[in-house]
Nanobody
Framework: QVQLVESGGGLVQSGGSLRLSCLASGVNHRIYAIEWYRQAPGKQRELVAAFTGADSAYYIGSVEGRFTIERDNTKNAVYLQMNNLKPEDTAVYYC?????????WGQGTQVTVSP
């Protein structure tokens, strides 16, 4: 049974930083397949960051250069380091993965960036 648990969200001022964590279980070492999404109020959920290779990743344009996705295979954890946060980054952030053809989502963690 795959379980994903996010943590690390909170309230931060514009220009600040947060580090989100996603602890995974039941993913059979497929940590590289875990992705970060976010959903702002009134908007569709969007893919923020994902691994595309051993040393490469995809980032949505609005966060490129500010966010970094990282993983720790020994801890079954994926992180999203978010720097220079902006009010438009305010959203609920989710980690997600697909295994056995089924989508799995964490419960989400709220990130609020004040001007």
């Amino acid at each position: 049974q795959v379980q994903l648990v996010e943590s690390g969200g909170g309230l931060v001022q514009s220009g600040g930083s947060l580090r989100l964590s996603c602890l995974a279980s039941g993913v059979n070492h497929r940590i590289y397949a875990i992705e970060w999404y976010r959903q702002a109020p009134g908007k569709q959920r969007e893919l923020v960051a994902a691994f595309t290779g051993a040393d490469s990743a995809y980032y949505i344009g609005s966060v490129e250069g500010r966010f970094t996705i990282e993983r720790d295979n020994t801890k079954n954890a994926v992180y999203l380091q978010m720097n220079n946060l902006k009010p438009e980054d305010t959203a609920v952030y989710y980690c997600a993965t697909v295994q056995g053809g089924q989508n799995y989502w964490g419960q989400g963690t709220q990130v609020t960036v004040s001007p």
